[in-house]
Structures are given as structure tokens and as C-alpha cells.
Nanobody
Framework: QVRLVESGGGLVQAGDSLRLSCAAS????????MGWFRQAPGKEREFVAG????????YYADPVKGRFTISRDNAKDTVYLQMNSLEPEDTSVYSC??????????????????WGQGTQVTVSS
């Protein structure tokens, strides 16, 4: 079966950095566009970043541009989200998602076929 497992979340202070990882199994990883989404309590899920199959194209939501970097290692079946200069507003559950249909990353959750359970990121002021 397909599994996406996130790790790397935690409690940090404003200005700190975290690197999230998402390990995939049960799929041919290089065939999938990968994305990161986040959802805070009482709020809608929002797109954070996406990356193409080869890693050559990246797409970011405006609130994280210049602070977050998405990358992937197809040899390790893993996608990463490097988060720098974290702010309290970044506090959310972060989930990774896989899209086996489209050629490039989408900001819409409906484009993605598989989802991980998420990892909590909490940023204190």
C-alpha cells in the first residue's frame, strides 16, 4: 500500500529553523509531483510548496517565499521542506502529498492522490 510518513516537526522559537521530511513507500516515487500543505486549528488547509518530478521546478505560496525551500531526493524516495525564519503564524500541522497525474505542482489539494498523516510544527514568540 502507499504510505507517506512525515517527520521533523517540533516546538521552536520564532526565528528558528526546522527541516521536515516525508518518506514515501509503495509508489514509484519519481513519477509523482510532491507538495506540502498545512492546516491550523479552525482554518482551511493551505498550500505551502510543491516540486516537480525531477525537482527542476518549484512553486511556493506567498507567505513562505524566501523562507522555505522544498527539495527531493528520488534515490531516497523522500521530499523535504526546509523552514527558516519561522514565525508564530507558521504554526500548523504540515502534511505531504503525492500527485501521480499532473506534470507540475498544483496549489490545489484536489490535485493530489495520496496524503501523509502530518507532523506538528509549533512556533513560539
Amino acid at each position: 500500500q502507499v504510505r507517506l510518513v512525515e517527520s521533523g516537526g517540533g516546538l521552536v522559537q520564532a526565528g528558528d529553523s526546522l527541516r521536515l521530511s516525508c518518506a514515501a513507500s509503495g509508489v514509484t516515487f519519481s513519477y509523482y509531483v510532491m507538495g506540502w500543505f498545512r492546516q491550523a486549528p479552525g482554518k482551511e488547509r493551505e498550500f505551502v510548496a510543491g516540486i516537480s518530478r525531477s525537482g527542476s521546478s518549484r512553486y511556493y505560496a506567498d507567505p513562505v517565499k524566501g523562507r522555505f525551500t522544498i527539495s527531493r531526493d528520488n534515490a531516497k524516495d523522500t521530499v523535504y521542506l526546509q523552514m527558516n525564519s519561522l514565525e508564530p503564524e507558521d504554526t500548523s500541522v504540515y502534511s505531504c502529498a503525492a500527485d501521480g497525474t499532473n506534470m507540475g505542482p498544483s496549489r490545489f489539494a484536489r490535485a493530489y492522490d495520496y496524503w501523509g498523516q502530518g507532523t506538528q510544527v509549533t512556533v513560539s514568540s
